[in-house]
């Protein structure tokens, strides 16, 4: 079983910054992609980053220039630093990740963690 622990959230006044952490801990070979997502109350999930296995990100719009996403492979964890945080950015965000098992691919969510930004 894979496990993914999500760190790192909190309440934080607007213009500043927070780091998520997601550490994956488990039986597996190895994970491609990790992602961040977040869901506001009231509003469906939505994808905010993304990392490829060897280190590519990519954004959604409204946090490019903002927000960072990195891992560190050795420590099978990803990171999220966020910037510039604006009262929009509130919301629960959630570590997701593709872990690959023995033979098989198989998508893992992390239980969520409260990011607050107050105006």
């Known amino acids: 079983q894979v496990q993914l622990v999500e760190s790192g959230g909190g309440l934080v006044q607007a213009g500043g910054s927070l780091r998520l952490s997601c550490a994956a801990s488990?039986?597996?070979?190895?994970?491609?992609?990790m992602r961040w997502y977040r869901q506001a109350p009231g509003n469906q999930r939505e994808l905010v980053a993304t990392?490829?296995?060897?280190?590519?990100?990519d954004y959604q719009d409204s946090v490019k220039g903002r927000f960072i996403i990195s891992r560190d492979n050795a420590k099978n964890t990803v990171y999220l630093q966020m910037n510039s945080l604006k009262p929009e950015d509130t919301a629960v965000y959630y570590c997701?990740?593709?872990?690959?098992?023995?033979?098989?691919?198989?998508?893992?969510w992390g239980q969520g963690t409260q990011v607050t930004v107050s105006a």
């Open positions: 488990g039986s597996f070979r190895s994970i491609n992609y």
């Open positions: 990392i490829t296995w060897n280190g590519i990100p």
């Open positions: 997701n990740a593709d872990v690959v098992a023995v033979t098989t691919l198989v998508n893992f």
